[in-house]
């Protein structure tokens, strides 16, 4: 039944010689999109069949706390044609799109239009506020996807808006506001900026100083931020705040509360944004956010009171998942990009890909990427299944961020000269995979927390 949606869907899309849809119309599409999506069969499940020997090599059986489950290294029916569905949409919007966007600095608003039109930012919201309830596994392949047709940006909206917003609000935030603004966000009614980083504090999350004091049945906000990604659309700010001083806490990561704030209704204060120009994902753009004075309710607090550090690795890990997920995606993109003109440039009358100095980088590009995925999918796994995700998260962020890096750079070497001119579009995608290896978590915390946490090393942050 899914698939007869789909491929309405699809015959919906065909469009004659004067680009206008051969049949139906937009709502006709989004409809038929739902449908196909919502008829997905959810929550995501593992069959727990017998240990079989004669099960197919890309399948094992896994035995943990006496519980057996089917894990599968193969994308079912269902998640292909999800990849297949987003990378369509994705490709609609071409190279010139993006380096448009790129050069301007606006807002990609068309592309944003078009993925709440086709119900794209409802994938993980749950069925009962109307979404199609996917998990994080469908996520990431998704993001994967487009990363991999469109680029990086295009895929980070969809992080913004399912992951930073959705993911988070429907875990932590208190009703009514959960409900209304999960809803309203899977329709594309707003634009979330995640407020973490401080000039001050840097990696260091207990240092922030932006405060959060009591004033009648709410908080008021004060401080500055930095860095904060698409804080110039924002109609919501998830913003992390000091409530009680350091000194005063009883532990050392208790005081932290996150806020979930509209900016559009301020009660009283001022949110004041300065845009930077900066190197990487220039379409949706960072900003410094400065908070006078800002007022928020009390039933805005995401989790409780003082308690953010304990929710920040939630939500962090989900973060570290959806980079990994995009940087894997426009890694893909920029090794097709390389093979595609190694197996077509001819020097010394001879193609490029014939030489090993060229070939052998793009061989290793495609091992260390296939490498990255796989640990990408065992934490959106562990995710979606309640488990610790940690490990597997941070080493898809590391892994992915730089196979992504590595990736571009060596499409720069085979592209020559030309890999530096803007039309190439090569040097914008090396230019934004060079950004998950900074933020949202630099290479040295991830190894700190490997080399601490994981492997007992003494402490160094
Ligand atoms: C384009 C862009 C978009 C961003 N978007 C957002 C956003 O939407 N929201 C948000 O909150 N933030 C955002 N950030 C911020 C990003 O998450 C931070 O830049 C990143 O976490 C690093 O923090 P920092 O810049 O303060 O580096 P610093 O803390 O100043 O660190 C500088 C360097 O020192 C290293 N270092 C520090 N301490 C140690 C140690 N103990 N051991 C080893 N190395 C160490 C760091 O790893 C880093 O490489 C964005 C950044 C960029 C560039």
Known sequence: ?????????????????????????????????????????????????????????????????????????????????????????????????????????????????????????????????????????????????????????????????????????????????????????????????????????????????????????????????IWITLAHEATLMNVVTRTTPKNLAKKRSDGLTLFLLDTRNLKHGEIRKKRIDDLSMRALGSNEVFFDNVYVPSENILGELDKGWEILPSLLNAERISTASTSIGLGELVLEKACNYARSRQVFSRLIGANQAIQFPLARSKADLECAWAVAQKAAWEFDNGRDCSLAANIAAYMGARAAFNASDRAIQTYGGLGFAKTSDIERHWRDSRLFRTGPVPEEMVLNFLGQRVLGLPRSY
């Open 1 to 225: 039944m899914q698939s007869f949606y789909y491929w309405l869907h699809v015959y919906c899309l065909l469009r004659d010689s004067n680009n206008t849809p051969k049949f139906g119309c937009r709502i006709t599409h989004s409809f038929l999109l739902q449908l196909s999506i919502f008829s997905y069969h959810r929550p995501f499940q593992f069959s727990s069949s017998p240990i079989n020997l004669l099960t197919p090599p890309a399948t094992a059986i896994v035995q943990r706390n006496g519980v057996s489950s089917l894990l599968s290294y193969e994308e079912s029916e269902d998640q292909k044609l999800l990849r297949e569905t987003a990378g369509q949409l994705a490709s609609q919007f071409n190279d010139e799109y993006w380096r448009a966007r790129d050069s301007d600095g606006e807002f990609p608003r068309e592309y944003f239009d078009a993925l709440a039109r086709d119900g794209w930012f409802n994938l993980n919201v749950p069925a009962e506020l109307g979404g199609t309830n996917l998990g994080m596994i469908e996520t990431s392949i998704v993001m994967h996807e487009v990363a991999k047709k469109a680029g990086m940006a295009a895929s980070d909206i969809i992080m913004a808006i399912c992951v930073f917003a959705i993911q988070t609000i429907k875990t932590f935030a208190k009703e009514p506001l959960r409900s209304d603004l999960v809803r309203e966000l899977g329709q594309g009614k707003h634009i979330m900026a995640f407020c973490l980083t401080e000039p001050g504090a840097g990696v260091n999350t207990l240092d922030i100083s932006t405060t959060a004091t009591k004033e009648g049945d709410g908080y008021v906000i004060n401080g500055g931020k």
